[in-house]
């Protein structure tokens, strides 16, 4: 099946830096990708939608200048937590819609812890 | 977001029993789809539902769309220690590009 990676599996940082997770669609082409956000013991909430050659679209809630996405390839989507703070330590999961009936295929995930 | 309603939100249970948790919502799905969640990891897909009133098995793993659209259950045989884990419902709406909306996950212990 179709395959999604993501880098880093983890990352720690300082508060106030920046860190790029990247997600990455192996063996297919994915026009649309989404950024999931997920924290202890909760359910994937859904950050934003990452479109290749446009804006990304958030929800609501999500604040689009600290959670860079962009989308610059068919196979890669980018994203920056900007200035990051504790509270944005969480899990962070992609995923990419698949050619046939299969709607999603997800990542393995990005855990960010922000001290 | 929206979340779905899941429940039960945990289940102990003894290895051999079979295991039963479902999904309810106030919108209309068109695909239901049930993923399992090991820790440290992404969601794993189980099964994919498709039609109202479909019934689709997986090994021991069977899941069921609601004839009304607003609900789905999934129902595991005979569970075995690897069962273990967080299992989320997850809607998709017409419409929408595939994206998914999340129930709050079940999580299943099994015991020994």
């Known amino acids: 099946g179709a395959v999604v990676s993501q880098h880093p599996s983890r990352v720690i940082c300082k508060s106030g830096t920046s860190v790029k997770i990247e997600c990455r669609s192996l063996?297919?082409?994915?026009?649309?990708m989404f950024w999931y956000r997920q924290f202890p013991k909760q359910s994937l909430m859904l950050m934003a939608t990452?479109?290749?050659?446009?804006?990304?679209?958030?929800e609501q809630g999500v604040e689009k200048d600290k959670f860079l996405i962009n989308h610059a390839s068919l196979t890669l989507s980018t994203l920056t937590v900007t200035s990051a703070h504790p509270e944005d330590s969480s899990f962070y999961i992609c995923?990419?819609?698949?050619?046939?009936?299969?709607?999603?295929?997800f990542g393995p995930g990005t855990r960010l812890l922000v001290l | 977001g929206q979340q779905l309603n899941q429940s039960p939100q945990s289940m102990f249970i003894q290895e051999g029993e079979d295991v039963s948790m479902n999904c309810t919502s106030s919108?209309?799905?068109?695909?239901w789809l049930w993923y399992k969640q090991d820790p440290g990891e992404g969601p794993v897909l189980l099964i994919a539902?498709?039609?109202?009133?479909e019934l689709t098995s997986n090994g021991r793993l069977t899941a069921q769309f609601g004839i009304t659209r607003k609900d789905s259950f999934l129902n595991i045989s005979a569970s075995i220690p690897s069962d273990v884990g967080i299992y989320f419902c997850?809607?998709?709406?017409?419409?929408?590009?595939?994206?998914?909306?999340f129930g709050s996950g079940t999580q299943l212990t099994v015991l020994p």
């Open positions: 990452s479109n290749e050659g446009s804006k990304a679209t958030y």
């Open positions: 997850a809607g998709q709406l017409s419409g929408s590009a595939r994206q998914l909306t």
């Open positions: 539902l498709y039609k109202a009133g």
């Open positions: 995923s990419a819609p698949g050619a046939g009936r299969e709607t999603q295929y």
């Open positions: 063996d297919f082409q994915a026009t649309t």
């Open positions: 919108s209309i799905f068109n695909t």
